[in-house]
Structures are given as structure tokens and as C-alpha cells.
């Protein structure tokens, strides 16, 4: 049965289905003194990987085995800059740009060509990274749990991003396609809009076209519950990295592999690092319950505290909820 995407929560506007995680994260702070505890979870991230916090401060620490080829613009260059850059680290269209500050996969895009790096330079306003683009199909998010004291290091959170796609049948168009598939169909507006051209082409039979490439659930990306991947090996294998992230105690690492068996043996490459903001998005699993998924939402949080009050014991001190707010307002105010 198809369900209008209202009346699947996995579609619900954030503050809508966090309302349960409010009054978790109010009564932490009453029994802490401090209603912005959560910021000293991670105290190497500036505000704890809440807002405003350098994705490439985060990512330049890694073992460079696990990094795609990063490049870092303080400031959005001009074409010739870009292109020079891409010259001198042996990089060729396409490629991924982001901004260095945002979140929610706001401003990543996939870029193919000098036009659509042209018109993507024109609208940046702040900091810019341009990534290797990694053409491995499979994109994971790995939540880390480490604990401050003994440094023992738990996965909570698997989830395999799998983005939208159509297969041809020589018969059917794009928008045909499009409209018969059940994920594609809650996203006909954004889809339209970004294939106009080739809304009514009819596919040739048997050809894959991936409308999806960016691994974000609002941009068409369907979350799938990948925690039967976790296990203490898996958990071996990202202790390096977490190792490696001096102040980092909990986060979302991004990677893409090419193949389950390749994240398991420890094959792949981070594209992002995720702070405290970050999810268990093995929630918004098409076939995950409200209820189930409200209740991880507050394990999670539950290890936020934790690992909060104790590098608070530590002697770190979150930031004041008067200098959250203003740089929240700030932030948001310019990516209008």
C-alpha cells in the first residue's frame, strides 16, 4: 500500500519528530546546571559538532588511507583558482563541493563540468571544500561512541544511504519511471525540476539512471537499518580513526565503499565527519516505528549526557546558551 508521505514519519519536518528528545535533552540539563551540556560531548569540535564547526578541521587529522583527495578554499575562488587547483592535486571532473560550515548535505553537490562549477562558484558565499568524487556505490553512516575515560570505543548506528534510481524499459519516459516507482514518487517536484530536459525521454531498456548521488535523506535518499553490520571487529576497525580526532567522543563518520564486505574489512573513505548534531539514521528506515525510532533517539542522547558530564568533570566547559543561539542565528541567516 502506498502511503502519502504525510503519514510516513520518516518524512515529518525534524523539529516534529525530536519533540520526545526536548524533554530529554531539558531534564539533562536541569540535573546538570548547564541546558548546553550536550557541547561538551566532543570538546576538539568548535560547539561540540553542534553548528558552525570545520568539516575539514575534522577531516585533515584522519590517516590520509581513508580520505578522498580534499581541497580547502577560505574563501569561494574564481574559475581560473579552482581549476589551477584541481590541475596541481590531479583532479578531474567531476568532483564534490561543499561548503566547509553546514550540515544536512546543504550545498554538496556533484559537479561534471565547468559550467556547473561556474554556477555553483557564483552563489558561494563562505569557505569552500572540493572532493574527489568516489564513484563506489555504497554510502554508509557510522555512529562512533567513545567513551572519555576508558576510551572504549562502541558503534550505536549503521545506516546505508541508497539513493533514488530507475531502470529503463524502452517503452516508459523519465516522468512514467518516475511516478511507478514508490520512493521516487514522494520526490516528483524535486526530480522534475532537476531533469526537466529529460523528463519526457523515454529510457532505453535495461539502462540504470541514477537521479541521486548525494546521500541525504531530504534530497531523495532512502535510509535502510544497516546495525546488523555492527560488531567488535567492525568496532577495531574505526578505533583509528576515532583515535585519531584529538576531543572527539561521539559522531556520524561518512564513508563510501565499494561493497559490505570492503566496510568490514576496513575499505573505504570518509567523506564527512559529523558531531554531536549528528543522527542514529538508521531511524528513519522506511520500515522502522515511530516508537522504536524515538527510543533510540533517546539511547542516543542518553550517551550524549553521559559522555557530556564527564568531560565536563574533566574540566570542560560547554559554550553559554546566549553564544549558541547567536551563532545559530548567524548561521542560518547566511545560508539564506
Known amino acids: 500500500m502506498r502511503l502519502p508521505k504525510f503519514l510516513k514519519w520518516e518524512f515529518w519536518p525534524f523539529p516534529l519528530v525530536y519533540i520526545p528528545v526536548y524533554f530529554s535533552i531539558l531534564f539533562h540539563g536541569i540535573a546538570r546546571g548547564k541546558l548546553t551540556y550536550f557541547l561538551a560531548a566532543n570538546p576538539g569540535m568548535k560547539f561540540g559538532g553542534f553548528v558552525e564547526y570545520s568539516k575539514y578541521e575534522s577531516l585533515k587529522v584522519l590517516p590520509q588511507r581513508y580520505l578522498p583527495k580534499t581541497l580547502f578554499f577560505p574563501s569561494p575562488p574564481d574559475m581560473d583558482e579552482l581549476l589551477e587547483a584541481m590541475a596541481d592535486s590531479r583532479l578531474e571532473f567531476p568532483v564534490i ?6 550540515e544536512r548535505g546543504y550545498g554538496v553537490e556533484k559537479i561534471r563540468d565547468t559550467v556547473e562549477a561556474r554556477n555553483y562558484l557564483n552563489v558561494a558565499r563562505r569557505a569552500l571544500l572540493l572532493q574527489e568524487y568516489i564513484p563506489d556505490e555504497l554510502e554508509y553512516g557510522v555512529m562512533l561512541v567513545q ?3 576508558s576510551r572504549e570505543l562502541r558503534i550505536t548506528s549503521i545506516v546505508q544511504k541508497q539513493g533514488l534510481e530507475v531502470t529503463g524499459d524502452g ?22 525540476r532537476r531533469y526537466a530536459e529529460r ?3 523515454i529510457l532505453p531498456a535495461d539502462e540504470r539512471f541514477r537521479l541521486t548521488e548525494i546521500g541525504n535523506h531530504a534530497r531523495g ?8 553490520l ?31 564486505h570492503s566496510l568490514l574489512r576496513g575499505d573505504f573513505k570518509v567523506i564527512e565527519v559529523n558531531g554531536v548534531n549528528s543522527e542514529p539514521a538508521h531511524i528513519y528506515d ?14 542516543h542522547w542518553k550517551d550524549v549526557a553521559i559522555i557530556s558530564k564527564a568531560n565536563m568533570e574533566a574540566g570542560h566547559s560547554p559554550e ?17
Open 97 to 102: 563541493l561543499k561548503p566547509d560550515v553546514g
Open 147 to 149: 567513551d572519555p575515560r
Open 171 to 192: 517503452t516508459r519516459s523519465l516522468e512514467e519511471l518516475v511516478k511507478a516507482d514508490d520512493r521516487c514518487r514522494y520526490h516528483i517536484s524535486m526530480l522534475k
Open 199 to 201: 523528463w519526457e525521454q
Open 221 to 228: 535518499a532512502t535510509f535502510l537499518d544497516a546495525n546488523r
Open 230 to 260: 555492527i560488531s567488535p571487529s567492525l568496532a577495531e576497525t574505526f578505533a583509528p580513526l576515532a583515535a585519531a580526532m584529538p576531543g572527539f567522543y561521539l559522531g556520524r563518520l561518512d564513508i563510501k565503499t565499494k561493497s559490505e
Open 286 to 299: 522506511p520500515n522502522y516505528g515511530l516508537l522504536r525510532g524515538w527510543k533510540d533517539l533517546l539511547t
Open 320 to 336: 553559554s546558551a546566549r553564544r549558541l543561539f547567536k551563532e545559530i542565528r548567524s548561521h542560518y541567516w547566511q545560508k539564506k
